[in-house]
């Protein structure tokens, strides 16, 4: 949504190659799967999103934090990305939502095109469905941050760090991918399987649509009830001894 949201070729390439040589002197460095799941939430939100929204700042956001907000979205969404998530021949799903976010820049750092769309959106500018309250969309930015973050340090196999980041992105801005992604990973320690366990089942009432989460959550299930069978186990063959000694001591002498 915007006044001209049309790019030309030349703006294509140029803000391409540029996004494309930050990823080159410095990679995303994000875990693959926490990738695919941003890039579905913001597939899922593209088309009725306006430009505020894509970029994820305030309606009264400066110049830098628009700036800062691309720059992050660029490099998220860049169809460099296509092969590392298995979109390979279906890179212009990327390629759409770059153009998007270039789109979103262009217009709201540029005044004119800025007032001018910000007419265009009239009520809905400070609208509850575009704007909420500063908080709200302050405590969004963060949490997005958290998850994007807890992808980094969770393909560094910083579990731990990882975890707490997406536990604090979960209670200001509840998302499916956050729930999925958090349960990955709480899953890795089996002390913690029955809090992966509750994450991932939040994930699916939310509406999760990765495909790994069934699994996921199924795998987890089956951990579970593994280590329950294990220790009856475990508890049925420490009461055999103590059984066996009773008759020892007991038992008639011979």
């Known amino acids: ?53 894509l970029l994820g700042v305030a309606p009264g956001a400066s110049m830098a934090e628009v700036h800062d907000a691309y720059e992050r979205l660029g490099r998220l969404v860049h169809p460099r990305h296509a092969a590392t998530l298995g979109l390979d021949g279906r890179q212009g799903v990327l390629e759409h939502l770059f153009e998007r976010a270039t789109a979103a820049y262009l217009t709201l750092v540029q005044p004119e095109r800025r007032k001018a769309y910000d007419h265009q959106l009239g009520d809905r500018l400070w609208s509850a469905e575009t704007w909420g309250t500063v908080r709200g969309d302050e405590e969004r930015q963060v949490a997005r941050r958290y998850f994007v973050k807890a992808g980094v340090l969770a393909a560094q196999e910083e579990y731990h760090l990882a975890i707490e980041l997406l536990r604090q992105a979960v209670h200001a801005d509840p998302l499916p991918e956050y729930y999925t992604l958090l349960g990955q990973l709480e899953a890795k320690n089996p002390h913690w399987l029955r809090l992966a366990e509750a994450s991932l089942e939040r994930a699916v009432e939310l509406g999760g649509r990765d495909p790994a989460l069934t699994a996921t959550l199924t795998h987890v299930r089956e951990q579970m009830a593994g280590t329950a069978a294990a220790e009856g186990g475990a508890s049925a063959a420490a009461a055999t001894p103590k059984a066996s000694r009773g008759k020892r001591l007991f038992g008639p002498r011979r």
């Open 1 to 53: 949504m915007g006044p001209s949201s049309d790019l030309s070729e030349e703006e294509r390439r140029l803000f391409s190659a540029r996004i494309e040589l930050g990823l080159a002197e410095r990679p995303l460095g994000l875990d693959p799967a926490a990738h695919r799941q941003s890039i579905a939430a913001l597939i899922e939100r593209v088309g009725v999103a306006s430009f505020y929204e």
